[in-house]
């Protein structure tokens, strides 16, 4: 008797010890288990089914959507959230029918595409990955967090922070370009800037990291294909944004459309149970792309829709977004044993959990405040702040001859270019409640810059696209006439994003054969670029002065452009994404791996490297790159010691002088090789950066720490460690630094 006491006594403090330490310090955790719990058990097997539903509301769609019948799903509680539905009058009226119209009143999350801005809109997230301003993005999410709610939306559809390398998909525009330390950083920074630090908090709102995982390295760049990559290479480039989304305390995760060495995300356990909840600790909930989930059956792994959700709900994936399968099959897969309750209520409580983080059991219309829906839209602090981020994000690549900034003596201007003056262009892709007639141009832009010192004149010349050159005459007619010239030249916004692949890069239309003859007229000439992804452009930079690469700039991107035009303010951006010489280079990347046969340029005559006939290998602008209007000089990078054992940090410095006649930012960039590894490794990794403004005529001295598990990797049999060895260090302005500092690790 005893003995049993004693073991009931230690089960029992065990128990209590494992219960309290699970939630140690987490009342409000505790409060939250408890609600859900207590309503789980009132709900029945349908209700549960129906909060793992997600309906479109209207608006904007990216599939095949079923919305006559959503207004009664939501009645009859088979609807858990809705997207597509924004403004406080809509959001109420359906939250209204899911309170009071349902057995158990539970409220709706309302989710919408936030992906930069939502009334204000700010540049695509390419263009503010290129700021590398970390501050400034994080800012901006807090905006479309907080004018999102203003208008019924508690949930986004953002960070997209999928790693690109191939300018070709449609959909870099959403992302932060190529490389995966400064991916990281971004995707953490735009999920604090969205949830700020209390998702009670009325201006806050769900972020959703996606596409989970790796869909931005589809087979040739074609939105919606084939991933096949090794694990080494998903772990060590594509999967550590995601992870730092996680860390950040992301609520939720969307599926990739794609599949990964087989196996389509949407229906990879490994992916969403092992990896996501089991190794990262994810606690939020998953939600399939739209319909990606009945897109299973083409993939070829789902033999029916019934199939599809049974694959769907046992791999972790909690909400299917217009598919409808767990609407329709859930309920049998359970009755016939495929599915269990369990797997159902694993979900359900991630979604409730996610309500209840929201504050909507205690207030469901907390996102309906029509005063903050006439005040907190749009504030002129806002607008100012897209002004300059804006201007923070655009690239300058060329500046032959400091053509720019125009020059103060200039009086006659000529605007030139199907996007000079298109509002509907302005915006970019995934442009959410923003309004074209809020947009300044470009030709808007300058004539307010130029007020009554300087004649503005606006010609089209061509289309973005067709062959059409019947506009070249009054175009050229124009440029004659002015003192200096401003091409303005791009996609349209339509030509990227989702769906938008392309296996031509280049200026569409005869935009290139314009650029030629206005060029050819020997004026001072500056081109500015509008597009969402890198551009084929070699012939354009080998004739044009100067070229300003300003992407979509969102709502003030004209006003922007025109700041830098002009020199009120200095370019500071720098390339997130590698500009390709071709197509014929993609993928290009500043991180590639040597081969055994590595192509030397000074030994043309070497004949039997990797290389290409026609082209050099490497790019038209790398990785990095962006030029100024002062010029920064560097000296040599100087370490605390050359040899470090395993606890030791390394610390460099470099001192850099602005010596030009224009104050100026920079972006300082360090990187590092390790020369000999246990498999093969990059020619360089970004490590660290820094953006310093510097002064005219100033030096200042730039530091970085790094502990020495920064130079950890994946070896052979995948573990994670750094080698003892060599490596190389490089501190400079972009990612075709040649200097470097050499040391070992012992």
Known sequence: MK?????LTAAFLLNLFVGCNREKDLPADREMNVFVGDLMKKMTLEEKIGQLNLSTGGGFFTGPAMVKDNKGLISQGKVGAIL????????????????EDTRLGIPLIFGLDVVHGFRTIFPVPLAQACSWDMEAIEKSERIAATEATAMGINWTYAPMVDIARDPRWGRVMEGAGEDTYLGSMIAAARVRGFQGKDLKDENTLIACVKHFAAYGAPQAGRDYNTVDMSDRSLREWYLPPYRA???????????????????PSSSSKWLLTDLLRG?????GFVVSDWTSIPELIPHGV?????DAARLAINAGLDMDMEGRVYQNFMNDLVASGKVTEETINNSVRRILEAKYKLGLFEDPYRYCNKTREANEIMTPDDVAFARSFAAKSMVLLKNENNTLPVSKKVRTIAVIGPLGDSRENTLGGWGAAGQWDSCITLLAGIKAKAGDNIRVLFEKGCGITGKAEDGFASALAMARKADFVILALGESQDMSGEASSRTDISLPGVQMELARRVIFLKKPVAVVLFNGRPLTIAELDSIAPAILETWYGGTQAGSAIADLLFGDVNPSGKLTMTFPRSVGQIPVFYNYKNTGRPFDPRLPEDYFKSRYQDSPNTPLYPFGYGLSYTTFKYSAVTMNKASFSRGDEIEASVEITNTGNYDGDEIVQLYVRDRVGNVTRPVKELKGFRKVNIKKGETVKVSFTLPLSDLSYYHEDMSYDYDPGEFELFIGPDSDVREFVLFTVR
């Open 3 to 7: 003995l049993k006491t004693l073991f």
């Open 84 to 99: 597509n539905t924004l403004g406080v009058d809509d959001v109420t009226a359906l939250q209204k029918m899911a309170v």
């Open 245 to 263: 989304a996680v860390e950040a305390g992301t609520g939720s995760v969307m599926t990739s459309f794609n599949e990964i060495a087989g196996v």
């Open 279 to 283: 190794e990262w600790r994810f606690k």
């Open 302 to 306: 789902a033999a029916d829709s019934s």
